[in-house]
């Protein structure tokens, strides 16, 4: 499920750095590269891989 979450993590990520406000709210650095959306994906396959959620999926 930690690649499930990292996927939909990194496809959320780029519609919301490119249609949305995330390139404003990243660093500057992160936002210039325009690569910030790979990044929201690991953390969040790292989030659902590492943390203990019983009971859901």
Avoid at 9 to 14: F, H, P, R, V
């Amino acid at each position: 499920w930690s690649s499930a979450a990292g996927l939909v993590g990194i496809i959320l990520a780029y519609f919301l750095e490119v249609h949305g406000p995330l390139a404003e709210w990243e660093p500057a650095w992160l936002a210039d590269i325009g690569l910030g959306f790979i990044l929201w994906g690991i953390l969040a396959a790292g989030a659902r891989y590492g943390l203990p959620w019983k009971g859901l999926m």
